[in-house]
């Protein structure tokens, strides 16, 4: 059984930095890729950012040039730092892990940004 922690939200100034973290736990082999997605409310779940399993990275339009997203293989945990956030980047952040041909989910992390 595969599962997912997120840890890292909470309320954040404009302007300021979080780093969010996701852990995976269980029988994890031949990931395709790890990542983050949000959701806003009233509007649909999103990408983020992702790190595929060579290491190259992709980031949506939105966050790019002030996310980084990254891993730690030993502990099958994936980072993602964002920085100068915007009340836009509010939403749950559920962390997304690509196993074979099959897609696990952890349970979200409130991100706040306060103008």
């Known amino acids: 059984q595969v599962q997912l922690v997120e ?3 909470g309320l954040v ?11 995976a736990s269980g029988i994890i082999a031949s990931i ?11 509007k649909q779940r999103e ?4 790190i595929f399993s060579a290491g190259t990275t992709f980031y949506a ?11 730690d293989s030993a502990k099958n945990t994936v980072y993602l730092e964002m920085n100068s956030l915007k009340p836009e ?12 041909t099959t897609n696990y989910w952890g349970q979200g992390t409130q991100v706040t940004v306060s103008s």
Not at 47 to 50: D, M, N, S, T, W
Not at 89 to 100: A, I, P, Q, R, S
Request: with cysteine; hydrophobic share 35%.
């Open 7 to 9: 840890s890292g939200g």
């Open 13 to 23: 100034q404009a302007g300021g930095s979080l780093r969010l973290s996701c852990a």
């Open 32 to 42: 395709n890729a790890m990542g983050w997605y949000r959701q806003a409310p009233g």
């Open 47 to 50: 990408l983020v950012a992702l």
């Open 61 to 71: 339009d939105s966050v790019r040039g002030r996310s980084t997203i990254s891993r």
């Open 89 to 100: 980047d509010t939403g749950v952040y559920y962390c997304n892990l690509g196993l074979g």
